[in-house]
């Protein structure tokens, strides 16, 4: 992944830019001349049909994925920051016989201890530090396998915010989220990119929380076919050309 500095002031704000960024897999042209920017405490929502590459540009911002143009970070007043991404996949699924709790499950990512030999005092209170940040103290016993759509999402969001990111990056975070679970998703994103002054950049099919919660919607089509608020984009013309081609939606 090419990360540098970038030219241009983005004021008293850190930033993110995408400048001419293109994946070309064989001769398929995955992603062609993306370029986005975005502030420290900004949500971006990141949307389009299956296929538009939505999946492919969150993996070029990982360094998972080769491709030209430049991604760079900046911090005002700081010199070779690095750009540090928390990041959440679709939500995995587990047996609901599976013992692993969510303590195991912190224990496993963070600590060098293994799980099986017990958690210490200390790494407790630092997995109840963490799940603090999404008001889910209450599931750090909580077998995995057991937690709803949306006690999954707090748990994999709580181990993204450790160590805090400059950028959060949710893949479909909203997925089998029922309706009033996904609003209460959607709060606690707001409250924590507010909190901690951090960007998030999330995928989703589910348009209709975008006009309270996203500061920014970019509709994706292999390049960028249209940006700005959700209510522009959501309106556009390119909105409706993409979704509803043929008298029926594009999924």
């Known amino acids: 992944m090419n990360i540098g500095a970038h030219g241009g002031s983005c004021g008293h704000s850190c930033c993110m830019r995408i400048q001419n960024l293109s ?14 920017h975005t502030h420290c405490g900004d949500l971006i ?13 969150l993996k070029a911002i990982l360094g998972q994925q080769e491709h030209s143009g430049v991604i760079s970070f ?15 996949p679709q939500s995995p699924t587990f047996d609901p016989g599976d013992p692993v709790s969510v303590a195991d499950l912190f224990t ?7 799980a099986f030999l017990g958690i210490s005092r200390k790494m407790r209170e ?19 396998g057991t937690l709803s759509g949306g006690e999954l999402q707090r748990v994999l969001l709580a181990l993204a915010l450790e160590p805090l990111p400059n950028l959060l990056i949710l893949d479909e975070p909203l997925s089998g989220v ?17 909190e901690y002054d951090l960007a998030i950049l999330m995928t989703t099919h589910d348009f209709d929380l975008l006009p309270t919660y996203a500061d920014q919607v970019i509709l994706l089509d292999k390049k960028i076919i249209r940006q700005g608020s959700a209510v522009e984009v959501l309106g556009s013309p390119e909105f409706r050309s993409v979704f509803h081609r043929k008298g029926g939606q594009r999924t």
């Open 74 to 88: 900046s911090v005002p007043g700081q010199r070779n920051h690095r750009l540090k991404i928390g990041y959440v």
């Open 126 to 144: 630092h997995i109840l530090d963490c799940l603090n940040r999404v008001h889910g103290e209450d599931l750090i016993d909580k077998r995995i």
């Open 45 to 57: 929502a990141l949307i389009g049909p299956n296929g538009a590459g939505k999946s492919t540009l």
């Open 23 to 36: 994946v070309k897999i064989g001769s398929s042209v995955i992603l062609e001349d993306v370029s986005m």
């Open 108 to 114: 496993c990512c963070m600590g060098k201890r293994p």
């Open 178 to 194: 029922d309706v009033e679970g996904m609003e209460t998703l959607m709060d606690m994103l707001d409250e924590i990119r507010k």
